[in-house]
């Protein structure tokens, strides 16, 4: 009896670092994709594939909430903007263009931010190498477009 639960804590454990987020999954190549069913329908929408697991979280979010509302279980609830102007048509085409728009914004300010590290990184010592490229935290403001000048100052 003891030991079906040390399995079931195993197995939980190896899931939460398999999928770190709701609605999200790694491909065998490293790359993350997010889809969600359509409400009452047997089919999927393809929400994207993305080089971080919260980019692909964020699609994932984007999308649930515009099927399920404000009670829809999100990954990162402070990060979801309620404007109502902004999505009156929610066909299936019109949730994934939003919801990649929003997961492609959070991939390039994530790969951004790497890059960023890793060179500021480089001149530091070495003392920090043991640091996970992929456990970088970071919130930045999605409803804000980066700068051309913003990427010239980062080099």
């Known amino acids: 009896m003891v030991s079906m639960m040390e399995g079931e804590k195993r197995k ?5 670092q398999d999928k770190p987020y709701r609605g999200i999954r790694m491909r065998k190549w490293g790359k993350w994709v997010a889809e969600i069913r359509e409400p009452n329908k047997r089919s999927r929408i393809w929400l994207g594939s993305y080089s971080s697991p ?5 699609a994932y979010d984007t999308a649930v909430f515009y099927l399920r509302g404000p009670t829809a279980r999100l990954n990162f609830p402070e990060c979801i903007v309620n404007d109502d102007r902004e ?4 066909s299936a085409a019109s949730i994934r263009k939003k919801a990649t728009e929003v997961g492609a914004r959070v991939d390039a300010l994530q790969i951004a931010a790497l890059h960023h590290n890793s060179s500021a990184g480089s001149t530091e010592s070495n003392s920090n190498s043991n640091i996970n490229p992929r456990r970088v935290t970071i919130k930045p403001d ?5 700068s051309p000048e913003s990427c010239d100052e980062d080099n």
């Open 12 to 16: 939980q454990r190896q899931h939460q």
């Open 54 to 58: 919260v980019a692909a979280a964020r």
């Open 87 to 90: 999505l009156h048509d929610l």
């Open 142 to 146: 999605l409803n804000e477009y980066p």
